[in-house]
């Protein structure tokens, strides 16, 4: 009875939460999760790009590249955030696509103050890219070469997993 009554309460209290966020009653996971759609800046300085498939990955890179350049971000960390989130969704498509379910990852590019924000959604199964890292052998450098871009260049990574909902976000 423990564990119905302790699902059945969290279950009400997320919807709270959401409620009270959103200031409405929730109809999807994404207002459950209640993750600000704005991230506190103005809609010039956000990027958001659907992917859908592996085919979208490049493109998605080459725009991401151009919103930093746009917005007069020197074109190394330019580079650097259309690379890291390429290797992101990348790994994203090619691991999480291939269930033969329909799957959707959004990519979210925000300038912050002095840095960037990098967040890749998917609704794939479970993947902390951080859990990975610790579990690479540090004398393979090929292995899982993507990850190993992004934590280099990323200032700091942050992993979530709520609602069938995988969340990555970096800090460049």
């Known amino acids: 009875i423990a564990h119905v009554l302790n699902g059945v309460l969290t279950t009400i209290a997320v919807v709270v939460y959401?409620?009270?966020v959103r200031k409405r009653f929730p109809r999807s996971t994404?207002?459950?999760i209640a993750i600000p759609d704005g991230f506190g800046v103005p809609d010039e300085r956000r990027l958001s790009?659907?992917?859908r498939s592996?085919?979208?990955v490049t493109n998605a890179s080459e725009r991401i590249t151009a919103f930093c350049i746009a917005r007069e971000i020197d074109r190394k960390h330019a580079?650097?955030?259309g690379l890291c989130m390429e290797e992101l969704a990348a790994n994203v498509t090619e691991h999480g696509f291939n269930d033969g379910k329909p799957h959707t990852a959004e990519i979210r590019v925000v300038q912050k103050d002095?840095?960037?924000l990098l967040r890749i959604k998917d609704d794939c199964r479970a993947f902390n890219p951080q859990e990975a890292m610790e579990l690479m052998d540090p004398k393979d450098l090929t292995h899982n070469i993507?990850?190993?871009i992004v934590q280099r260049y990323a200032k700091k990574m942050y992993y979530n997993s709520a609602l069938g909902l995988n969340v990555i976000t970096i800090e460049l």
């Open 18 to 20: 959401a409620i009270l």
């Open 114 to 116: 002095d840095g960037l």
């Open 79 to 81: 580079y650097y955030a």
């Open 54 to 56: 592996a085919q979208e």
């Open 146 to 148: 993507g990850l190993r």
């Open 49 to 51: 790009i659907p992917i």
């Open 30 to 32: 994404e207002d459950l």
